[in-house]
């Protein structure tokens, strides 16, 4: 594996431009200040309780995710390059979700196989021949972005069914704000704070057609139980609009209601941060208690719109992340501008033999994981852990797909050695709307806390910074 | 609003306010069991305060006796009583997180600080009476810090009277406790069978509803078992008596009633109980019975609450 790319420090001793002043003022700075601000940063997280719980830790239902104080920067140009990549990766998904459900014009042209759609079970045929408003199915995605070089943006991952994290870039640079005014007085940062307000003028664009002039949009919750309800409870706050259990909905005559104090009181958008699989008992599984029952029906006769729509699982995942290029390709005729990790596709006989012969250099994920959960980091695990996933591939390998492992670039971070790198990651949050597709810009920096370690998920050990975009 | 998030406000309200009540309730009782027995007769107090707490059948399948020690844990830190203090404030705590959208963030801190405190410092209960004293000024300045808040940072809209409704309730239902266990020292002079004993009785009775230094303003006389029992119930300026809670309360409903357009079964239930208050004086109601009329007002307060419910949060 080449030495990481660090977005500081240019080998030789200079520094890349965006960190010049940040350089300085950490010199200007105690290791003391530094470390005194840290513990003020993990207080002020505990008190707000922006928490998360990790399913199966019984310890500790609710965690803080650590903060790294020092902020990741990418110059204006930097960030343009990606905004512009971005949209037209988002485009591009919704326009493949579009056909999947309707002409499967891409299929028909053989630039993705059959099988990897109509087997997977995130594809929804209830979704079949179903009118989305304005065609937009992906309205929130946060797409997982690394850097391994000075050119490129790759994408690591796209996240078209509920992404979370979009309240820590928020509180991040509230918290900064708070604790470190000096520095922000010394660069240009641009400001995030618009995204709730841009969030809500996106999900009450694509209201159905019934809907009055000012639609009613609530977001629709698992509950306090579910690891990203700090996350919930934070936006519909920001937004000012209701946040709703399923029990606090009912379907009536095809439409979707709330029980308020003053009666029911229909909803037209759903920003719904429930699984597909829970969203409607009569439609996905029975022993769900989390959905609607007759949302499904409601959403058929195009009475409520769901945000993100039912199905889009079919453009994350992992098995058709390979092709994305080639949809790219496809549906907009432009070259993509972010690029794809080259991926072998386990499936596939060739691509499986070279894999069993690279195990150790390679990181093998499950085709429908997330969270970093159950994939193999080939240079960081041990004989045992690859023979047994040598023997899981052998078994199934249209499970797995695999990637080499890749050289993620490093953030200057404070450990407890003082400053050094960690790998890191960014997710971008890209709203779309009937009319246009923004995004904030910045987004979430994911950062592996531990020396060398190339997780950044936050079930397990990763943590988080906030993500400065200058504004030159 | 949604019903359950003004279910989960009037609820968050009650468990705060019961907390308070309970931290009261254990005060007044370590102060009058402090005297030498011959001040305040053979009555075991810490059975007193269970019975005000309501929790004396739970406590008697757990405990024999009903001592300090028992009754303290109990009250205080039992995992095992529904509403003891712990309880109460994990149950505010989780209604907290439910509506965090409802609440403004000097609530929400007041909860989750309290929450964090009681994890942090009081998960192994206290071993000191000093350790307790801490403790029960940390749950009563918990709920001043709430009360406080929701009072200066809440907007006035359904939100705050569903929030104050569950207050009045719940403090109505308290107050009424105390005088339902205590009636037998707070007879008029003529029936009274006590003696200079029951002063401390007394005493302790205006402690736990902070109301000790009100009598004297009020009254400007030695404490008089009567004159106690008309400040708990008919005195409409002592924020914790039973008139002034249904005051509030029909305040309220009335807000709630304007701003939805509609008034309801809860309206006019409340504004029966309050004029029932309003009309009465402490003759008749010794007449007719303190007892009665305090069992009566237990089951219409209750009654409200379910009507509330029915009306409101389901």
Known sequence: MAAAFDEMNIPGGDLRPAYQELARWLKETPPEALEYRRQEAELLFRRIGITFAVYGDSESTERLIPFDVIPRIMSGKEWALLEKGLKQRVRALNMFLRDIYHGREILRAEIVPDDLIFQNPVFRPEMNGQQVPHDVYVHIAGIDIVRVDAEDFIVLEDNARTPSGVSYMLENREIMMRLFPDLFARHKVAPVERYPDELLAALRSVAPQGASGEPTVALLTPGVYNSAYYEHSFLADKLGIELVEGRDLIVKNNEVFMRTTEGLKRVDVIYRRVDDDFLDPLTFRPDSVLGVPGLMSAYAAGNITLANAVGTGIADDKAIYSYMPDIVKFYLG???????????????????????????ELVVKEVHGSGGYGMLIGPAATKATIEAFRDKLKREPEGFIAQPTLALSTCPTCTESGLAPRHVDLRPFVLTGSKSTTIVPGGLTRVALKEGSLVVNSSQGGGTKDTWILDE | MLSRTAENLYWLARYVERAEYLAR???????VTALPAAYIGKTNEWDSALLTAGVAAGFYQAYEEANEHNV???????????????????????????????????????????????????SKGTSTREDLAKFLRFVQETSLRFDGSAYRTMLRNDAYWFSRMGVHLERADNTARILDVKYHVLLPEEEHVGGPLDFYQWSSILRSVSALTAYHWVYRETLKPWLIADLLILNDTLPRSLASCYGNLVRNLDQIGVAYGRQGPAQRHARGIRNRLEHSNMNDIFQHGVHEFIQEFITDNSRLGEIITKQYLI
């Not at chain 2, 309730?25 to 102060?31: H, V």
């Open chain 1, 334 to 360: 432009e070259e993509p501008i972010l690029k794809n990790v080259p991926t072998w596709r386990c499936r596939e006989p060739k691509d499986l033999a070279y894999v069993l012969d690279n195990l150790s």
């Open chain 2, 72 to 122: 303290v844990e109990y009250l205080s830190f039992s995992p095992n009583n529904p509403s003891s203090i712990r309880n109460c404030i994990e149950a505010a705590r989780l209604n907290s997180r439910s509506v965090r959208t409802a609440l403004t963030s000097e609530m929400w801190d007041t909860i989750n600080s309290a929450w964090i405190e009681l994890q942090a410092v009081w």
């Open chain 2, 25 to 31: 309730t254990i005060d007044a009782t370590l102060r």
